[in-house]
Nanobody, 123 residues
Framework: QVQLVESGGGLVQAGGSLRLSCAAS????????MGWFRQAPGKEREFVAI????????YYTDSVKGRFTISRDNAKNSVDLQMNSLKPEDTAVYYC????????????????WGQGTQVTVSS
């Protein structure tokens, strides 16, 4: 059974930092795309960042460019999201995601989802 388990969420003041981690089990994702989406209350789930399995090419949504960094460790079957200079508008449940044919900004192309971790940024 494939599982993606997130950790590292929490409450932080604006301008602060958090690091999210996602550990995958049940299959190896070294050749697949892994990434993060988020969903704020009353809003649709939105793309944040992905990292390809081949070449580790990264994509970010415009609102997090320069502040967030996605990375992966294929030996550990994991993906991280370093979030700096956090803003109140970053408040959301963050979901780890993985798939073989992921298109940025297309949640329907995700094959596997984690349960989510809450990130709250206070002003």
């Amino acid at each position: 059974q494939v599982q993606l388990v997130e950790s590292g969420g929490g409450l932080v003041q604006a301008g602060g930092s958090l690091r999210l981690s996602c550990a995958a089990s049940g299959r190896t994702f070294s050749s697949d795309t892994m990434g993060w989406f988020r969903q704020a209350p009353g809003k649709e789930r939105e793309f944040v960042a992905i990292i390809r399995g081949i070449g580790a090419i990264t994509y970010y949504t415009d609102s997090v460019k320069g502040r967030f960094t996605i990375s992966r460790d294929n030996a550990k079957n994991s993906v991280d999201l370093q979030m700096n200079s956090l803003k109140p508008e970053d408040t959301a449940v963050y979901y780890c995601a993985a798939g073989s044919m992921v298109v940025p900004n297309r949640p329907r192309t995700i094959d596997y989802w984690g349960q989510g971790t809450q990130v709250t940024v206070s002003s």
